[in-house]
């Protein structure tokens, strides 16, 4: 039983940690978050339209989450968004053997044998996700958040991934508990 328990659990946390992005936000500390209650889009630049729509569609469901109403134009805070994509290399290693005591671990027989390995790279594309938000009077940013690892290769987990990316950005907003 501890054996199927050693295998399954690293499996289980990857499988966590896939699911989740690395997201920090900032914000201008002397807004009044209370002030902004409509907003309107200036535009999500994306890799894709369908990596926009999604963008679009995450976003608009926190900032209706919390209160704030989008308006075709004239809001009173602007949103922007702007992901991208790139290519990141990770190395994974493959064990051919049975991790287990070996021989050539001296002639007292007390170190780990683990076998021919094999390394390779495997590359990944990696997507980044930036949200801002102005105030629409004096076009100044008042908000950021930041996700990295916001998408991955998986394409059919792409959209829970965002859901949950621009979710845990949008977390602790507005700031302060201001609005």
């Given at each position: ?153 998986n394409p059919e987990k792409n959209e829970k ?19």
């Amino acid at each position: 039983m501890k054996t199927q328990v050693t295998f399954i659990l690293p499996a289980v946390l990857a499988s966590a940690v896939a699911l989740c992005a690395a997201v920090r936000t900032d914000y201008d500390h002397k807004a009044d978050f209370g002030h902004y209650r409509t907003y309107s889009w200036i535009g999500v630049r994306a890799g894709d339209s369908l990596w926009q729509d999604r963008i679009t569609s995450a976003v608009d469901s926190a900032l209706a989450a919390k209160g704030w109403t989008k308006v075709p134009s004239g809001g009173e805070a602007t949103v922007s968004a702007f992901g991208r994509t790139r290519e990141q290399d990770t190395l994974q290693t493959f064990y051919d053997g049975f991790p287990g005591w070996g021989w050539d671990a001296g002639w007292w027989g007390g170190g780990m044998d683990m076998g021919e390995s094999t390394t390779q790279v495997v590359p990944e594309r990696v997507g980044n996700l930036t949200v801002d938000i102005f105030d629409a009077n004096t076009k100044k940013l008042i908000w950021r958040g930041v996700a990295s690892d916001a998408v991955g290769d998986n394409p059919e987990k792409n959209e829970k991934k965002m859901d949950k990316t621009v979710d845990d950005m949008f977390k602790k907003f507005p700031p302060n508990g201001k609005g």
